[in-house]
């Protein structure tokens, strides 16, 4: 089965309002495993993202693009600026998060190449990302989860609407790998 049909409301889009160049969400292919490689190969980003990427190569990289095309339970992205792919971002865990919330709600998260930050790409990709969800994906409530030491992704959030709902602890495996002291969870409503 391909992705389209396991992702029935899945499509992919040009993303409007960005000035700097043709950015698109498009379908993950193996295609782009190079390109992720190098965002993965990133130890800060790892960090940033509560990953740890300290053992990443084409092959596992090729391996995480095929879960993904093979996972139904999350809308996955890549961000193509004039034709490159230059970042991800997903909407996930929604089973467990719309069991927890009562009504359709998914984890989002994100990542965007180094040299491609503070650009006004992420911001004006999440924004889309969000009419989707709440417009065509049926979504009432997306949550988002970064660490306490990403200030940069906080602010982010809290500059979009998203809501501070707390704190969550580090997984045991990831006090070894990470120097956050804990999660930061945020959510935001349709409408």
């Known amino acids: 089965m391909d992705y389209a049909q396991s992702h029935p409301l899945f499509r992919e889009f040009p993303v409007s309002g960005f000035l700097g160049g043709s950015l698109k969400l498009i379908?993950?292919?193996?295609?782009?495993?190079?390109?992720?490689?190098?965002?993965?190969?990133?130890?800060?980003?790892?960090?940033?993202?509560?990953?740890?990427?300290?053992?990443?190569?084409?092959?596992?990289?090729?391996?995480?693009i095929f879960e993904i095309l093979a996972n139904s339970d999350e809308?996955?992205?890549?961000?193509?600026?004039?034709?490159?792919?230059?970042?991800?971002?997903f909407i996930?865990?929604?089973?467990?998060?719309?069991k927890k919330a009562g009504v359709r709600a998914g984890m989002m998260s994100y990542l965007l190449a180094k040299d491609c930050r503070r650009k006004g790409i992420m911001t004006t990709v999440v924004q889309e990302v969000l009419r989707w969800a709440f417009e065509e994906g049926g979504f009432e409530v997306i949550?988002?989860?970064?660490?306490?030491?990403?200030?940069?992704?906080?602010?982010?959030?809290?500059?979009?609407?998203?809501?501070?709902?707390?704190?969550?602890?580090?997984?045991?495996?990831?006090?070894?790998?990470?120097?956050?002291?804990?999660?930061?969870?945020?959510?935001l409503r349709r409408g």
């Open 27 to 64: 379908q993950h292919d193996l295609k782009f495993a190079s390109d992720s490689l190098s965002w993965v190969s990133d130890p800060e980003l790892g960090k940033q993202m509560g990953a740890d990427f300290s053992v990443v190569s084409i092959k596992t990289e090729e391996d995480r």
């Open 92 to 98: 996930g865990s929604i089973a467990d998060e719309t």
């Open 143 to 187: 949550l988002s989860r970064v660490l306490d030491t990403n200030a940069a992704s906080i602010g982010f959030l809290k500059k979009i609407g998203f809501i501070d709902d707390g704190t969550e602890s580090l997984a045991a495996d990831e006090k070894s790998y990470l120097d956050a002291k804990e999660w930061r969870r945020f959510y």
């Open 75 to 89: 809308y996955h992205w890549v961000i193509s600026l004039d034709g490159k792919a230059v970042g991800s971002i």
